[in-house]
């Protein structure tokens, strides 16, 4: 997975947005969850801001519908490489995966839904996960899949 250069605060659903599948959304890849999330906010008349922003993401050469929310596994394996993305983003004077540096406590909107109200999160520096209201805004940075 790619990430975007850009990262917005935003509420993963402001509209109480609650999907419930089967299996559940944290044993979906990020690109299934996004796709579910946006067609459960749009058949329900629902907010789902962070997934709706990724889908438009247009930044960095990223097509519009190409962007998704990774889930809280894929954000724990691209945060494992937080060194490199930190150098690589200073590299690209992107102003790094928050702000300036990429901050010890900042957390991330993963595409895993909790339960009916909250989602996970995950933090850069550690990996650590946890579970936040829907309602609240955190940092979200999307993702895209490229090949090599």
């Known amino acids: ?10 509420p993963w ?9 089967l299996l559940g959304l944290s044993e979906l890849s990020g690109k299934e969850a996004t796709a579910l999330i946006l067609k459960a906010a749009k058949e329900r008349h629902k907010n789902a ?9 247009t930044f960095d050469g990223i097509k519009a ?14 945060f494992g490489n937080r060194k490199k993305l930190r150098e690589s983003f200073a590299l ?8 300036n540096c ?9 595409s895993s839904e909790d339960y009916g109200g ?5 933090r850069p520096s550690d990996g650590g996960m946890g579970s936040y209201s829907k309602l ?6 999307c993702a895209v899949e490229f090949k090599v």
Request: net charge negative; glycine share 10%; proline share 1%.
């Open 1 to 10: 997975l790619a990430l975007g250069l850009r990262e917005a605060m935003l």
């Open 13 to 21: 659903s402001s509209g109480w947005l609650y999907i419930k599948v």
């Open 49 to 57: 801001e962070a997934a709706e922003w990724c889908a438009e993401y």
């Open 65 to 78: 519908g190409t962007g998704f929310i990774p889930n809280k596994e894929e954000l724990k394996l691209i």
């Open 92 to 99: 690209l004077n992107s102003g790094g995966l928050s702000g």
């Open 102 to 110: 990429l901050q010890e406590d900042a957390f991330y909107w993963s």
């Open 118 to 122: 909250s989602a996970w999160y995950v």
């Open 136 to 141: 609240n805004s955190n940092r979200v940075r």
